[in-house]
Every structure is written in structure tokens, then in C-alpha cells.
């Protein structure tokens, strides 16, 4: 039996060599797979074959929900791709593992060298503890609110620039009679990730942590929680407090609320479904301080693995696919913020009002950037399951703003202190 | 005492008038006992099969109770923009498959566990009922591993052998239950005729195991057709991936198309509706059945 077994491996493992001569193939896995995207890196995988005829690229997309536990039994078993679509949100992980190539010396001595928007090299280069950088920079993206602009200005209501001015809007856009509501809370997955943007855009502050502790529990972001969790239910739907991405999206969609905060991920869907006649966006209002503070989103890049066999070619692949052109392209079919900055001319970012004011948000003197700690091992786990819950307390009356504030600073400020120690 | 007590009070009373016969039908208790809570269980099942067709069929973004206009563009989208033609076809290779070895050898293990007594058997239905206890994302690294170095990783083959052997266990212990209940004596019976052990287990014995084989078949179809979490993880094509990993590329990470996903849901469906209408006749038989009278 045994016998029979080893010989069955060797006819299926010599099945699968060979094939020596040739193109390189270098496998690449898109970690969004799916209808949007894939088209778009099919036509980019076209173009690089046809100006690399000696490389061949095997495309896989990757179910964005599970695309962490893909690469992470890739990595347990040893059978990564050679390049791979990631986001800063699981990028510590996977540098963690060991699984990536440093790439900051190809940038430097390639074509790309000074070409990649700052802000987002260093947003990859802070998930990394050692400083390096463990992905290119393709895109970025920025917590906007989606506002109903028929609605606006049918009622005459003004686009709102602070906090005070949308939580008024929204209780004039509400009409339970008839289920329109003015806003729309994320208060189930994902909820506290986007509070923290809300929280901070209001109060100014413009670090996460001040000599080490954590400055979520401020008051100033207390004040901002407590605002949300008065128009729940009053200016909200109820079922709001289980609210996940994919619901809120639904209901926006579906003309039940007439704002929503979510980021540019959500442009094709909300354009498709109500068209820029009706929907537009606004950067998340100001606080009391007149302050423009940006907690950033996860930026999203292209990494090659370790276990490549064709390392060049891969990063040639990657430095393909960050180029002004391709990355151009990409980003003006998803509505995201291109990473290169030759891409800032292109006429499409004039035609696509959301993505201008993103960039005009990220280009402005005056925004601060608050880099949320996605770099904490367990930044995912306090966000979600530890707070996720809390906040729906807040929200259902059942504790307060402060106290919810306090534990989340707690827990984030011992992981902090724990990360500094092993570094 | 009491005797004389009823004795006393029989001729008082009034003769129970008799009872209405026909009205029995008619009683409207028999609603509510009855047929409201199907009819309540019934909605609760399928109110998510209407929520599915009307998104199915409806244009995106219109809100109205009724799939009106009808639309097939979620559909046109799932088959011809995801690729559910080759998901298709793959899911319903690996789940035949599993199928076919799964009854196989459930048949074999099923019929030994159940006619012949031998030295651990109890130990080995404990560790077989274990098994179900272990769930797949835990066996998925070693599995991987063994797959990989076995050159099984990107193969339909080697889905169809992780869902076999997770299949296996429970389909073991049920085919073993089946064959128990099939007598003895009729085999014995055939032998005693002239058969050997073989000839009377498939000439009398297995006939009798129909309804066995069409439940532990189905049951084995269908959790293959449903793995989501083998089907992602031991391939890495695009074209050897299954139906449940072109329904989650509706699900994107910023986005949901809901049409996509309830038009690949009902794509998904309709074989497990189909398998189930046809396999439905032959669990019910399997119950009634008796080899014996009296």
C-alpha cells in the first residue's frame, strides 16, 4: 500500500513539473475578486503580457471576506503566489509570518522612485515593525459621507460642514411615515472602525496616542458618540444597531436614508444603483475646533511573496501595475485615489467630482492625518470583537459614550505598550 | 360507594347529547392547532426563497414587492461575467464524485460494521462519531500540507477525496443503521439457496438498501455541492473553483450585488431543489418499507 502510495505521488508530482522551457509564469492573486475587479486586472494582465512577452501571468481572484485565512494557509503550507493584492488592515500579519519581500530597495532603483503618493508609502511602511516596506502603494481611499443631493435640494437643506449641521440635516430628511430617514449608523460589523473617523474629524485631535496612551477616550470624541447615539432611532432606522457595510449600503441604495458614511469602495454601487444626478459626497464633517483631521483608510497595494521563484519578475509585474498608466486606469474604474502621482493630471479625476474631493481633502495643507494602530496585532480583534458590542450599548442607552471610550483606550493603549516592548 | 353514588346520580342527568360526527371536519380548533403553524412554518421557510427570486429577477435598485419588470440581467451577470458555467460544472464533478465513493464505501463499511462482530469495533463507532466532532477549518493546514506534497492541491480529485473523507463517518454510521434493519434471515435465507455471502448481499440485501443508498447519497451530494471552505483553499485557479466561491465574489469587500448574489443563489439551488424532489419518494418508501410481515 505504502509502495503503491509513493509511486502514485511520483506520477502525480512528475505530472505537474515539467514544462521547464518557456515564459516565466508568475501567479498573482487578486485579494477582491470578483465581477468588478477581475475584468479590470484581465485587460492590465493583457497589457503586461503583450509588452512582457516572456512572462505569463496566472490570474486568481480571491473572495475579499476570506482572502486573510486564503493567504494564511498558503503560508502555513508553503504554496504562496508570487505577487499578491493586500491591504495595510492584515499587512502586519502577513509580514509577522514572514511571507513578504522588503521592496524598498526595487523602488528606489526603479522607474517608480519618488512617484508614489508619501502619505500612503508611509501608511504601508507604519504596519511593518522594522520600517520597510512590504507593499507598493496602489490606491487609497477616504471616509466620505454619500448624501442623497435630489433630497438636499428639494428641501432646501444647505450640504452640512460640521457635525452639528448634518445631525440637524438629518432630522429634517426624516419621515418614519413614510420609512425615510436622514442618516444611517454602522452599528454592527465594522462599526467601531468607522466611529473612530467620525470622532476624531470632530474633535481635532490629531494624534492617536500622546506619550504613549491612547487618546480615544478624549472627551471631545465622547461628545461626538454621544451626538450619533441621540439620532438613533430618532433620525436613524432602528434596525441601524445591527447595521453591517453591506445592509447600510442597501438601505442608501435603496432610498430609504439619505446620508450614509462609508468610504470611495462604495462609488460604483451607490452610482449605479442612483446615479450623480442624485448622489454625491462630502468629506466627514468638521467639529467645534473648525479642524480637518483624517483618520485614514486601509491603503490598498501589491506585495511579492518570499516563496517567488521569480522575484523579478514579479516586482516587474508590480511595477507594472503601479505605473501612471496602469494604475490609472485601475483606479478611474473603481473610483479610489490613485497612489501615483503622475495619475493627478489624468481628465477622469476632473470628471469624477468624489474622487476630486478626496484628493483635494488629502492634498490640503491644513488635513491631518490620524493614522489609526492598524500595525497592532490585535487592533482587529479590539475593534471588533471587544468594542463592536460596547458601541451597541451606547447605542441602545445602556451605557455611556465616556465609558465605552474609556475601555477602547484601555485595551488599545496595553497593546500599544506591549507592541513598543517588543520592538 | 361510589357505585351507589354514580348509581344516584345517573338517571338525573341529562343523556349526553351525541356528539356531532360530520362537524368534526368542520372544527375550527383543527386551524389553529394545525394548520396556522404549518402554514406559519411554512412562510418562515420560504420567505427566504421569495427574497431570493425577487431579488433574482428584479432590476437593481427598484424596491417593489413583485419581481415586475422581470429582468435576467443578474443572471447574465452570474454565468457570463463570474464564470458560474465552470463553477457549475466543477461543483457537479466534485459532488457526483463524492457521491459515488461515499455510497460505495459506506455500503462496504456500513455492511461489515453492521454483520460481523469483530475486535474494536465499538471503539472504532466511537472514533467514527468523534470524527463529526473535528470541524474542516481546523484539519485544513495538514490537509493542505499532505495535499500538496502529494501533488493534490488545484484538483478536482483531490476535492472529491477531503469531502469523501469528511463525508464518510456520518454516512458509515447511517448505512450500518439501514443494513441492521434489513433481516438477517433473508440473507441466510439466499445462502442457504446456494448463494455465496456476495452474490446474496447484492441480490438481496442491497435492493433492500435503496432508500439507504438514496439518503446517504444525497447527503453526501449535497454537503460536497455546499463546501465552500475545501473548494477555496485547495485551489488556486481560477478554473477549478466551485459555485460556493463564485457566490462570495458577489461579496466584496466595499460592495454587494445582491442581484448576482440571489441569481447565483438560485443557480446554486436548483440542483439540491431537484435532487431533493426526486430523492424524496424513495425516504419516505425507505420508511414504510418491510422486508418481513407479520
Same mark, same amino acid.
Given at each position: 500500500?505504502?509502495?503503491?502510495?509513493?509511486?502514485?505521488?511520483?506520477?502525480?508530482?512528475?505530472?505537474?513539473?515539467?514544462?521547464?522551457?518557456?515564459?516565466?509564469?508568475?501567479?498573482?492573486?487578486?485579494?477582491?475578486?470578483?465581477?468588478?475587479?477581475?475584468?479590470?486586472?484581465?485587460?492590465?494582465?493583457?497589457?503586461?503580457? !503583450?509588452?512582457?512577452?516572456?512572462?505569463? *501571468?496566472?490570474?486568481?481572484?480571491?473572495?475579499?471576506?476570506?482572502?486573510?485565512?486564503?493567504?494564511?494557509? !498558503?503560508?502555513?503550507?508553503?504554496?504562496?503566489?508570487?505577487?499578491?493584492? #493586500?491591504?495595510?488592515?492584515?499587512?502586519?500579519?502577513? #509580514?509577522?509570518?514572514? $511571507?513578504?519581500?522588503?521592496?524598498? +530597495? &526595487?523602488?528606489?532603483?526603479?522607474?517608480?522612485?519618488?512617484?508614489?503618493?508619501?502619505?500612503?508609502?508611509?501608511? *504601508?511602511?507604519?504596519?511593518?515593525?522594522?520600517?520597510?516596506?512590504?507593499?507598493?502603494?496602489?490606491?487609497?481611499?477616504?471616509?466620505?459621507?454619500?448624501?442623497?443631493?435630489?433630497?438636499?435640494?428639494?428641501? @432646501?437643506?444647505?450640504?452640512?460642514? /460640521?457635525?452639528?449641521?448634518?445631525?440637524?440635516?438629518? $432630522?429634517?430628511?426624516? =419621515?418614519?411615515?413614510?420609512?425615510?430617514?436622514?442618516?444611517?449608523? &454602522?452599528?454592527? !460589523?465594522?462599526?467601531?472602525?468607522?466611529?473612530?473617523?467620525? %470622532?476624531?474629524?470632530?474633535?481635532?485631535?490629531?494624534?492617536?496616542?500622546?506619550?504613549?496612551?491612547?487618546?480615544?477616550?478624549?472627551? &471631545?470624541?465622547? +461628545?461626538?458618540?454621544? =451626538?450619533?447615539?441621540?439620532?438613533?432611532?430618532?433620525?436613524?432606522?432602528?434596525?441601524?444597531?445591527?447595521?453591517?457595510?453591506?445592509?447600510?449600503?442597501?438601505?442608501?441604495?435603496?432610498?430609504? #436614508?439619505?446620508?450614509?458614511?462609508?468610504?470611495?469602495?462604495?462609488?460604483?454601487?451607490?452610482?449605479?444603483?442612483?446615479?450623480?444626478?442624485?448622489?454625491?459626497?462630502?468629506?466627514?464633517?468638521?467639529?467645534?475646533?473648525?479642524? &480637518?483631521?483624517?483618520?485614514?483608510?486601509?491603503?490598498?497595494?501589491?506585495?511579492?511573496?518570499?516563496?517567488?521563484?521569480?522575484?523579478?519578475?514579479?516586482? =516587474?509585474? *508590480?511595477?507594472?501595475?503601479?505605473?501612471? +498608466?496602469?494604475?490609472?486606469?485601475?483606479?478611474?474604474?473603481?473610483?479610489?485615489?490613485? %497612489?501615483?502621482?503622475?495619475?493627478?493630471?489624468?481628465?477622469?479625476?476632473? @470628471?469624477?467630482? $468624489?474622487?476630486?474631493?478626496?484628493?483635494?481633502?488629502?492634498?490640503?495643507?491644513?488635513?491631518?492625518? *490620524?493614522? $489609526?494602530?492598524?500595525?497592532?496585532?490585535?487592533?482587529?480583534?479590539?475593534?471588533?470583537?471587544?468594542?463592536?458590542?460596547?458601541?451597541?450599548? #451606547?447605542?441602545?442607552?445602556?451605557?455611556?459614550?465616556?465609558?465605552?471610550?474609556?475601555?477602547?483606550? !484601555? @485595551?488599545? /493603549?496595553?497593546?500599544?505598550?506591549?507592541?513598543?516592548?517588543? @520592538? | 360507594?361510589?357505585?351507589?353514588?354514580?348509581?344516584?346520580?345517573?338517571?338525573?342527568?341529562?343523556?349526553?347529547?351525541?356528539?356531532?360526527?360530520?362537524?368534526?371536519?368542520?372544527?375550527?380548533?383543527?386551524?389553529?392547532?394545525?394548520?396556522?403553524?404549518?402554514?406559519?412554518?411554512?412562510?418562515?421557510?420560504?420567505?427566504?426563497?421569495?427574497?431570493?427570486?425577487?431579488?433574482?429577477?428584479?432590476?437593481?435598485?427598484?424596491?417593489?414587492?413583485?419581481?415586475?419588470?422581470?429582468?435576467?440581467?443578474?443572471?447574465?451577470?452570474?454565468?457570463?461575467?463570474?464564470?458560474?458555467?465552470?463553477?457549475?460544472?466543477?461543483?457537479?464533478?466534485?459532488?457526483?464524485?463524492?457521491?459515488?465513493?461515499?455510497?460505495?464505501?459506506?455500503?462496504?463499511?456500513?455492511?461489515?460494521?453492521?454483520?460481523?462482530?469483530?475486535?474494536?469495533?465499538?471503539?472504532?463507532?466511537?472514533?467514527?462519531?468523534?470524527?463529526?466532532?473535528?470541524?474542516?477549518?481546523?484539519?485544513?493546514?495538514?490537509?493542505?500540507?499532505?495535499?500538496?506534497?502529494?501533488?493534490?492541491?488545484?484538483?478536482?480529485?483531490?476535492?472529491?477525496?477531503?469531502?469523501?473523507?469528511?463525508?464518510?463517518?456520518?454516512?458509515?454510521?447511517?448505512?450500518?443503521?439501514?443494513?441492521?434493519?434489513?433481516?438477517?434471515?433473508?440473507?441466510?435465507?439466499?445462502?442457504?439457496?446456494?448463494?455465496?455471502?456476495?452474490?446474496?448481499?447484492?441480490?438481496?440485501?442491497?435492493?433492500?438498501?435503496?432508500?439507504?443508498?438514496?439518503?446517504?447519497?444525497?447527503?453526501?451530494?449535497?454537503?460536497?455541492?455546499?463546501?465552500?471552505?475545501?473548494?477555496?483553499?485547495?485551489?488556486?485557479?481560477?478554473?477549478?473553483?466551485?459555485?460556493?466561491?463564485?457566490?462570495?465574489?458577489?461579496?466584496?469587500?466595499?460592495?454587494?450585488?445582491?442581484?448576482?448574489?440571489?441569481?447565483?443563489?438560485?443557480?446554486?439551488?436548483?440542483?439540491?431543489?431537484?435532487?431533493?424532489?426526486?430523492?424524496?419518494?424513495?425516504?419516505?418508501?425507505?420508511?414504510?418499507?418491510?422486508?418481513?410481515?407479520?
Amino acid at each position: 500500500m505504502k509502495r503503491l502510495l509513493v509511486a502514485l505521488a511520483l506520477v502525480l508530482s512528475a505530472c505537474s513539473a515539467g514544462g521547464q522551457d518557456g515564459p516565466t509564469t508568475i501567479t498573482f492573486w487578486d485579494n477582491n475578486g470578483g465581477p468588478g475587479r477581475t475584468p479590470i486586472y484581465e485587460e492590465l494582465i493583457k497589457r503586461f503580457e !503583450a509588452a512582457n512577452p516572456n512572462i505569463k *501571468v496566472e490570474y486568481v481572484g480571491i473572495p475579499s471576506s476570506s482572502v486573510q485565512q486564503k493567504y494564511d494557509t !498558503a503560508i502555513a503550507g508553503g504554496s504562496t503566489p508570487d505577487v499578491g493584492g #493586500v491591504t495595510t488592515s492584515y499587512l502586519a500579519h502577513l #509580514v509577522g509570518q514572514d $511571507a513578504l519581500e522588503p521592496l524598498d +530597495e &526595487r523602488l528606489e532603483s526603479g522607474p517608480l522612485k519618488g512617484k508614489l503618493l508619501p502619505g500612503l508609502l508611509e501608511t *504601508v511602511r507604519q504596519t511593518a515593525m522594522d520600517g520597510k516596506l512590504y507593499a507598493a502603494p496602489a490606491s487609497g481611499n477616504l471616509d466620505v459621507i454619500w448624501y442623497r443631493s435630489d433630497l438636499f435640494a428639494e428641501q @432646501k437643506i444647505a450640504v452640512p460642514d /460640521t457635525w452639528d449641521q448634518l445631525v440637524d440635516a438629518a $432630522a429634517k430628511l426624516t =419621515k418614519p411615515a413614510d420609512n425615510k430617514y436622514g442618516f444611517t449608523i &454602522r452599528g454592527g !460589523a465594522g462599526s467601531v472602525f468607522q466611529l473612530l473617523a467620525e %470622532a476624531y474629524s470632530y474633535s481635532g485631535v490629531d494624534k492617536f496616542y500622546d506619550g504613549g496612551k491612547s487618546t480615544v477616550s478624549d472627551p &471631545r470624541n465622547a +461628545e461626538l458618540v454621544s =451626538k450619533i447615539a441621540g439620532i438613533y432611532k430618532k433620525s436613524t432606522p432602528e434596525a441601524d444597531v445591527n447595521n453591517n457595510y453591506t445592509q447600510m449600503v442597501a438601505q442608501f441604495t435603496g432610498g430609504t #436614508v439619505a446620508m450614509m458614511h462609508h468610504n470611495l469602495g462604495s462609488t460604483a454601487d451607490v452610482m449605479k444603483a442612483l446615479g450623480a444626478q442624485k448622489v454625491s459626497a462630502m468629506p466627514l464633517p468638521k467639529g467645534p475646533s473648525g479642524k &480637518r483631521t483624517v483618520v485614514p483608510n486601509p491603503t490598498d497595494g501589491f506585495a511579492v511573496f518570499k516563496g517567488s521563484k521569480n522575484p523579478d519578475a514579479s516586482w =516587474k509585474f *508590480v511595477e507594472f501595475l503601479t505605473s501612471a +498608466e496602469s494604475n490609472g486606469y485601475w483606479n478611474e474604474k473603481v473610483g479610489q485615489i490613485p %497612489a501615483n502621482t503622475d495619475v493627478r493630471g489624468a481628465e477622469w479625476i476632473q @470628471k469624477n467630482p $468624489a474622487v476630486k474631493m478626496a484628493l483635494g481633502v488629502l492634498e490640503d495643507p491644513a488635513t491631518m492625518l *490620524v493614522p $489609526a494602530p492598524v500595525y497592532l496585532p490585535e487592533y482587529s480583534s479590539i475593534t471588533k470583537t471587544d468594542t463592536e458590542p460596547l458601541y451597541q450599548k #451606547v447605542l441602545l442607552g445602556q451605557m455611556s459614550a465616556q465609558q465605552f471610550l474609556d475601555e477602547l483606550a !484601555a @485595551k488599545l /493603549t496595553t497593546a500599544q505598550q506591549e507592541w513598543e516592548k517588543r @520592538k | 360507594m361510589t357505585q351507589t353514588l354514580s348509581r344516584q346520580e345517573t338517571p338525573v342527568s341529562p343523556p349526553p347529547p351525541a356528539p356531532p360526527r360530520r362537524k368534526k371536519h368542520r372544527d375550527p380548533s383543527r386551524f389553529f392547532r394545525l394548520y396556522l403553524p404549518l402554514v406559519l412554518y411554512l412562510l418562515f421557510t420560504l420567505i427566504p426563497f421569495y427574497w431570493m427570486l425577487v431579488f433574482a429577477f428584479r432590476p437593481a435598485g427598484e424596491t417593489t414587492l413583485l419581481p415586475w419588470p422581470i429582468t435576467f440581467e443578474h443572471f447574465d451577470t452570474v454565468w457570463n461575467d463570474i464564470g458560474f458555467g465552470l463553477f457549475f460544472q466543477n461543483s457537479l464533478l466534485i459532488a457526483l464524485g463524492t457521491l459515488v465513493t461515499v455510497t460505495v464505501f459506506a455500503v462496504m463499511g456500513g455492511y461489515a460494521l453492521a454483520r460481523f462482530k469483530f475486535r474494536g469495533q465499538r471503539v472504532f463507532l466511537l472514533a467514527l462519531l468523534c470524527t463529526q466532532f473535528i470541524p474542516g477549518a481546523m484539519m485544513l493546514i495538514p490537509l493542505f500540507v499532505i495535499f500538496k506534497n502529494v501533488g493534490l492541491l488545484n484538483s478536482l480529485t483531490g476535492l472529491i477525496i477531503a469531502d469523501t473523507a469528511f463525508q464518510l463517518p456520518l454516512a458509515l454510521i447511517l448505512m450500518s443503521g439501514f443494513v441492521r434493519n434489513v433481516p438477517v434471515e433473508l440473507e441466510e435465507a439466499a445462502m442457504v439457496d446456494g448463494c455465496s455471502r456476495l452474490r446474496a448481499f447484492f441480490a438481496v440485501t442491497l435492493p433492500q438498501l435503496r432508500p439507504a443508498l438514496v439518503a446517504v447519497g444525497s447527503f453526501a451530494f449535497i454537503g460536497a455541492w455546499n463546501n465552500f471552505l475545501f473548494a477555496l483553499m485547495f485551489a488556486s485557479r481560477q478554473d477549478k473553483f466551485t459555485l460556493p466561491v463564485g457566490l462570495s465574489y458577489a461579496l466584496g469587500e466595499f460592495n454587494t450585488d445582491f442581484g448576482a448574489l440571489a441569481a447565483g443563489g438560485v443557480v446554486a439551488a436548483v440542483p439540491v431543489v431537484l435532487v431533493f424532489a426526486v430523492v424524496q419518494r424513495f425516504l419516505v418508501q425507505g420508511l414504510s418499507a418491510g422486508a418481513v410481515k407479520g
